[in-house]
């Protein structure tokens, strides 16, 4: 069983910058998705085992940016420009191959995800 443990929530006035971090051991691709109240869970990034295949929401692109760190296990999403509608719980979600993908029900291990909250 892989365990995901996310972190680097928080509080933020909008425009500002979070860095979430996600540590998992393995060869897998990653990816971040996130949810917010009374809405369905929706994608974020994701990012290939290799790093090499990198993909974002089309709200997110050009703010975001998803990286790993495959010798620390850690995969990260930097949030840049912030808006309140990014408020949300943000799951971090590894999946047992190496390429990625935007659909949820592709990934096999979610972490227990963490608090983004954006003040306007």
């Known amino acids: 069983q892989v365990q995901l443990v996310e972190s680097g929530g928080g509080l933020v006035q909008a425009g500002g910058s979070l860095r979430l971090s996600c540590a998992a051991s393995?060869?897998?691709?990653m990816g971040w998705f996130r949810q917010a109240p009374r809405k369905e869970r929706e994608f974020v990034a994701a990012?290939?085992?290799?790093?090499?295949?990198?993909g974002y929401a089309d709200s997110v692109k050009g703010r975001f940016t998803i990286s790993r760190d495959n010798a620390k296990n850690t995969v990260y999403l930097q949030m840049n420009s912030l808006k309140s509608e990014d408020t949300a719980v943000y799951y971090c979600?590894?999946?047992?191959?190496?390429?990625?993908?935007?659909?949820?029900?592709?990934?096999?291990?979610w972490g227990q995800g963490t608090q983004v909250t954006v003040s306007s």
């Open positions: 393995g060869r897998y691709a």
């Open positions: 979600a590894a999946r047992n191959l190496r390429v990625t993908s935007d659909h949820s029900n592709d990934y096999d291990y």
């Open positions: 990012i290939s085992w290799s790093g090499v295949n990198i």
